[in-house]
């Protein structure tokens, strides 16, 4: 584990205000709205950034230790070795004064919830024991008021995503009770004329699933204003992926057009990650790429309230298709795909 001061150190050195500052200067950009959509301005830049941050930045990684002390059933996450360095709420402050400088509109990702909302690495750590009765949803609620009660009225934040890619263990009755509970701590602070909430489906194999539940059982959609379902649409992960060709990743993108066509929803996530067969299936690789980007673009301009590309700077040198300047320079995110795209949003690395 590193020590609070070289944690204190990449937080303060990672992403700066000229990172922001590139990203505003960049692309497309677009009107500040709760929906991001178009401006009339091309060429001025991206208009958000999806900023990720786990609890503990909120809370500090000890916060539940005093909840466990009224709550003993919970006793098993004593044992979790919750070995992160928080609270640091003054990185999100600083981060969203350079947004509101340079004209940014930011989402708020709650990207590692208070005992995780799954056992993978993006919650902060991988845990190969992880269940779902160890996310510690009452403490995640307490995390998203800290939040919108500290940036309320902040006139760069336009969204809040209130966990990240929960696993598919989560029964998706308690993943929307927790939606339902989130949405209005939100909105005790938020209200909806001023900031979307983005609820997080991750795959599209569940959102039938939890669309029936959220709009039938919950009256989710009617209830609350201003509300979007979160999906990310990757192509790179799991073995059926690395089975198809490229023809078959554009296709896929096709049916994620229909999808997006009928639920309000945003791409929180995305990329150009090809596995090596579709890659392998194109003259060069340079083509592949610029296939692919176009065909989401074209896509993900149908979703109601936008979408986020992962990630800003990612690995340029060994995974390009994850790091949206390489992608830029390279041409295989076009600027002509990205004008007529509905969005161009990009997210700045997590704290």
Not at 321 to 337: E, N, P, S, V
Request: proline share 5%.
């Amino acid at each position: 584990m590193l020590d609070k001061l070289k944690w204190e150190a990449h937080r303060a050195t990672f992403i700066l205000e000229d990172d922001f500052r590139n990203i505003r200067s960049m692309g497309r950009s677009l009107k500040r709205a709760c929906r991001w959509a178009p401006c009339a301005a091309a060429g001025a830049g991206f208009n958000a950034v999806r900023i990720p941050f786990g609890y503990w930045i909120v809370t500090g990684p000890a916060a539940h230790l005093a909840m466990l002390l009224l709550r003993p059933r919970n006793s098993h996450n004593l044992a979790s070795g919750e070995l992160y360095v928080g609270p640091g709420l003054d990185f999100l402050d600083r981060a969203l004064m350079w947004c509101q400088r340079l004209g940014l509109q930011v989402l708020l990702d709650l990207h590692g919830a208070p005992g995780g909302e799954s056992g993978e690495r993006p919650c902060g750590r991988e845990r190969k024991d992880w269940r779902w009765e160890h996310w510690r949803l009452d403490e995640s609620i307490e995390a998203l008021k800290i939040i919108s009660r500290r940036f309320q009225g902040h006139p760069a934040v336009s969204g809040i995503a209130v966990c990240n890619e929960p696993s598919e263990k989560v029964p998706a009755d308690v993943l929307c009770q927790f939606y339902d509970e989130a949405v209005r701590a939100i909105r005790a602070y938020m209200p909806p004329d001023e900031v979307s909430i983005m609820l997080p489906v991750y795959r599209t194999e569940r959102l039938d699933e939890i669309w029936r539940l959220w709009t039938r059982a919950f009256d989710g959609f009617a209830r609350h204003a201003n509300v979007a379902f979160d999906l990310h649409l990757y192509h790179c992960f799991g073995a059926w992926w690395r089975r198809q060709g490229l023809g078959s990743h554009l296709r896929m993108t096709k049916r994620h057009r229909k999808i997006l066509r009928r639920v309000p929803a945003v791409v929180g996530e995305w990329s150009l990650a090809l596995p090596d067969r579709a890659l392998a299936q194109s003259d060069t690789k340079d083509q592949a790429y610029k296939a692919f980007a176009a065909a989401q673009l074209d896509a993900y301009g149908h979703a109601s309230h936008g979408w986020f590309f992962w990630n800003w700077c990612d690995s340029p040198d060994h995974h390009p298709g994850w790091d949206a300047r390489t992608c830029i320079q390279r041409h295989w995110l076009a600027q002509a795909d990205l004008c007529k795209s509905g969005a161009s949003l990009i997210p700045a690395g997590g704290v």
